[in-house]
């Protein structure tokens, strides 16, 4: 069982591009978010899914979009890439969204 | 504002034991965790305590005072392979995870 997988696992970006992050789960959990990781601070929520059809706004959701077309699927999308997204990008899911959280292995982003 | 303070970094000797603690002040609260994170990967889920008191599991226990907003994490006979950074999140009124930075833990022989 993968669990939660992310596509992916590291990519050099040049800025102004458009980068989907991918991120496919096969435990079928209802509640699926979007973290960012940088040094120093702690896990940046940006974009989270309670279930398949909505998406709600993190801390810091400026800069990036999601979808949620079924239970699966939980696309992270930058529309115009910027130095400061440069980031470690990790998606998580949980049964609801009062749930332990688990996180799939993370996307290393480098905006250049 | 909401926040999670824990210490940046410790350093312990192997087969000892370590505390490592978190205060929060939130908005609300509907439990708190501890995660593991090793250099390079995710984290991983360790604890979660609601209620007040020591929650143990192994080598590991965590402890939780809602009214002092504090919690800690104990490892108890430490090994090398518990060199990793260790996360508190709380749990706040509309169920989103707040993070404190993480403490780094480096183990010594």
């Known amino acids: 069982i993968a669990g939660i997988t992310q596509a992916p696992t590291s990519q050099i970006l040049a800025a102004g591009r458009r980068m989907t992050l991918r991120c496919t789960q096969d435990m079928r959990h209802n509640a699926m978010y979007w973290y960012r990781q940088d040094l120093g601070l702690g896990l940046r929520l940006i974009h989270y899914s309670n279930t398949a059809g909505t998406t709600g706004k993190g801390e810091v959701p400026d800069g990036y979009s999601v979808s949620r077309a079924n239970t699966d699927d939980f696309p992270l999308t930058l529309a115009s890439a910027v130095p400061s997204q440069t980031s470690v990008y990790f998606c998580?899911?949980?049964?609801?969204?009062?749930?332990?959280?688990?996180f799939g292995p993370g996307t290393r982003l480098t905006v250049l | 504002g909401q926040n999670i303070d824990q210490p940046t970094e410790m350093t312990a000797t192997e087969g000892a034991i370590v505390q490592i603690n978190c205060t929060y002040q939130t908005s609300g609260f509907n439990g708190l965790f501890w995660y593991q994170q090793h250099a390079g990967e995710a984290p991983t889920f360790l604890s979660y305590n609601v209620l007040d008191g020591l929650e143990e599991k192994g080598r590991f226990s965590s402890f939780l005072s809602r009214s002092k907003g504090y919690s800690y994490l104990l490892l108890k006979e430490l090994q090398m392979k518990d060199s990793a950074s260790y996360l508190c999140a709380v749990r706040d009124q509309d169920y989103q995870l707040i993070w404190g930075a993480g403490t780094k833990l480096i183990i010594k022989p």
């Open positions: 998580a899911n949980s049964v609801d969204g009062t749930d332990t959280q688990y």
